[in-house]
């Protein structure tokens, strides 16, 4: 799955004519900078900062074709590869964000499922997917993803659009620690997988 995503984000990177068939700037910054960033950043002073600053770094790293919906919910899995769907809101940016989303969902029910299993899953598609860099340092690239899904984890607590498992009072508590802490003190996403704990 990290092969396929990375594979597109490769053949559109620096593509200009790709960033032109897809003007749905305004939908992205509506339905997912917005309800999982700036509403948050709104209602809490210490981390406003940071979020705010992945709005900025998302808009400052346009580089690719974002799906903006990557979750294993959208993924069929076909005899060539996978097959993305619903993405409705594709736009050009920042091809951290769609590594970070569909991280963020694994990590999420990790916690839900008290799965490791998941989480391997997790470093299993970042690892596939950093294989597959070759539009920029991968390092580099890495530390953008880390700080994005620091972002979509707590958005998922505290946002517009919070996980709609995410009930129990220990799982949000859990989750929540651990995206404050990795907003206020980024990793690159491959060590924030490591280091993700199920349960406090």
């Not at 799955?1 to 910054?29: L, Q, W, Y």
């Not at 220990?170 to 206020?184: G, W």
Request: charged content about 20%; glycine content about 8%.
């Amino acid at each position: 799955m990290g092969s396929g995503i990375a594979r597109v984000h490769g053949a559109t990177a620096f593509n200009r004519a790709d960033k032109a068939a897809f003007p749905n700037e305004a939908m992205f910054n509506a339905l997912r900078l917005d309800p999982f960033f700036q509403h948050v950043a709104r209602g809490d002073a210490e981390l406003a900062p940071a979020l705010q600053g992945l709005v900025g770094l998302f808009h400052d790293h346009g580089i690719a074709l974002v799906h903006g919906d990557v979750s294993p919910k959208n993924i069929l899995l076909a005899p060539q590869g996978p097959v993305f769907l619903d993405a409705e809101c594709a736009t050009w940016g920042d091809p951290a964000f769609d590594l970070a989303f569909c991280t963020t969902h694994l990590l999420l029910k990790a916690v839900w499922l008290d799965s490791d299993a998941l989480r391997e899953a997790a470093a299993a598609m970042v690892a596939a997917y950093a294989a597959g860099i070759d539009w920029e340092p991968p390092a580099d690239y890495l530390v953008r993803a880390g700080a994005y899904c620091a972002g979509l984890l707590l958005a998922r607590i505290e946002g517009k659009s919070p996980a709609p498992y995410m009930t129990d009072d220990l799982h949000k508590a859990t989750v929540r620690a651990q995206a404050r802490a990795l907003l206020l003190r980024p990793q690159p996403l491959d060590a924030l997988v490591a280091q993700w704990q199920r349960t406090l």
